[in-house]
């Protein structure tokens, strides 16, 4: 379980994130919404440890959560990064593999157990992915956006994590794919994973979400249930009020 308490951030006299308090559970698919500007990107660096904490904590099963980048992977958190950050020249076998290293305590613990627990690991995530099988052996820079923002979530499962934390990943994405990403996050969640989503497009997320939260000018103004959440009309007052849509 993943506890975010009155976290602030800011840049320079910019203060993106205002005391923000949410959580994502075990099993559940949580989404925080908001418009450009709202706070996004920023909670995801604050969670990935790229931006200093001006104010509160971060708890990961009751473990405080520090600056060390190298702790994500520890306690069981995967990033997806906003824009994938792929490696373009390496196929997708190769980011399968490595995305698997994260979860291992050095290289040579790595090496001797790859062949033996990640390749039946990889094969159940092919079943995940199909499309990237018929891809295993292609650059990542020659995938469609589609297949590329597969390969960034499977890469992070890959790792083996516990929860998973992705900024925006349908964006450009066809309606279809953006559905073909969130219904493999949420079958994750039934098998007991954990997804914190940031994301824009909440008339899809909510579809999909157990739990949503909305973000406006760094600050939580609404949560809810998914279902609830869309029906409260609090959604557009949210967007609107930011000044975008
Ligand atoms: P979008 O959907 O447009 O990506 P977002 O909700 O992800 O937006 P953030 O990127 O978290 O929003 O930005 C929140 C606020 O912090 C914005 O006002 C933004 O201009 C500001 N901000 C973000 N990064 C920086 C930075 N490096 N330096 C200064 N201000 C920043």
Do not use: C
């Not at 001006?54 to 997806?80: C, H, K, N």
């Not at 295993?136 to 499962?157: I, K, P, V, W």
């Not at 979400?209 to 007052?237: H, M, N, P, S, T």
Request: no cysteine; aromatic share 6%; glycine share 12%.
């Amino acid at each position: 379980m993943l506890e975010v308490e009155n976290v602030s951030v800011g840049y320079g006299s910019i203060k993106a994130l205002d005391g923000v308090n949410l959580e994502a559970h075990d099993g559940k698919f949580t989404v925080v919404l908001g418009a450009n500007g709202a706070g996004k990107t920023t909670v995801v660096k604050a969670l990935a440890g790229l931006v200093p904490l001006r104010q509160g904590s971060v708890r990961v099963d009751g473990q405080v959560m520090s600056m060390d980048v190298e702790m994500r992977p520890r306690l069981g958190i995967a990033i997806v990064p906003e824009r994938r950050q792929l490696w373009q020249d390496m196929t997708v076998e190769e980011h399968l593999v490595l995305g698997a290293y994260r979860s291992y305590s050095g290289w040579e613990k790595f090496r001797k157990t790859v062949t033996k627990e990640v390749s039946p690991r990889i094969e159940e995530i092919l079943k995940q992915f199909p499309a990237l099988r018929s891809r295993f052996s292609q650059r990542a820079g020659t995938l469609s956006g589609g297949e590329q923002q597969m390969l960034a979530l499977a890469r992070a499962m890959s790792s083996g994590p516990k929860m998973i934390v992705l900024d925006e990943p349908t964006v450009g994405l066809s309606p279809l794919m953006v559905e073909g990403v969130f219904v493999n996050l949420q079958k994750w969640t039934s098998n007991g994973g954990a997804v914190l989503l940031v994301e824009q497009n909440a008339e899809a997320a909510l579809q999909f979400a157990d739990y949503g939260y909305v973000l406006q000018r760094g600050k939580i103004v609404a949560q809810g249930e998914g279902k609830k959440l869309r029906e409260k009309g609090l959604l557009e007052e949210a967007y609107l009020g930011s000044g975008d849509l």
